[in-house]
Nanobody, 118 residues
Framework: QVQLVESGGGLVQTGGSLRLSCAAS????????MGWYRQAPGKQRELVAR???????YYLDSAKGRFTISRDNTKNTVYLQMRSLKPEDTAVYYC????????????WGQGTQVTVSS
């Protein structure tokens, strides 16, 4: 089993910054891709950013140039630095981690609220 502990959400004004963290732990072979999704009220969950074990990244178009995803493999932690935040970034942000045990699995964090006030 894998446990994911998220932190860093909160309330910020338009144009502000937040940094989300997600620490993964568990008795597994290795962690593969790690990413962040978000879900706003009444909307589907969407992938915001993702980073592979080799460091390749993907960003949602609206996140490009404002958000930066990174990971520290020594700490099994993924980060999402968010800058120039907009009210439309308001959502619950979920960490998602692919990991290898006896097979490939994916786990979700509990979610952290990000609220951007106008």
């Amino acid at each position: 089993q894998v446990q994911l502990v998220e932190s860093g959400g909160g309330l910020v004004q338009t144009g502000g910054s937040l940094r989300l963290s997600c620490a993964a732990s568990g008795s597994i072979v290795r962690f593969n891709a790690m990413g962040w999704y978000r879900q706003a009220p009444g909307k589907q969950r969407e992938l915001v950013a993702r980073i592979t074990s080799g460091g390749s990244t993907y960003y949602l178009d609206s996140a490009k140039g404002r958000f930066t995803i990174s990971r520290d493999n020594t700490k099994n932690t993924v980060y999402l630095q968010m800058r120039s935040l907009k009210p439309e970034d308001t959502a619950v942000y979920y960490c998602n981690v692919d990991w290898l045990g006896i097979a490939n699995f994916a786990s979700w964090g509990q979610g952290t609220q990000v609220t951007v006030s106008s």
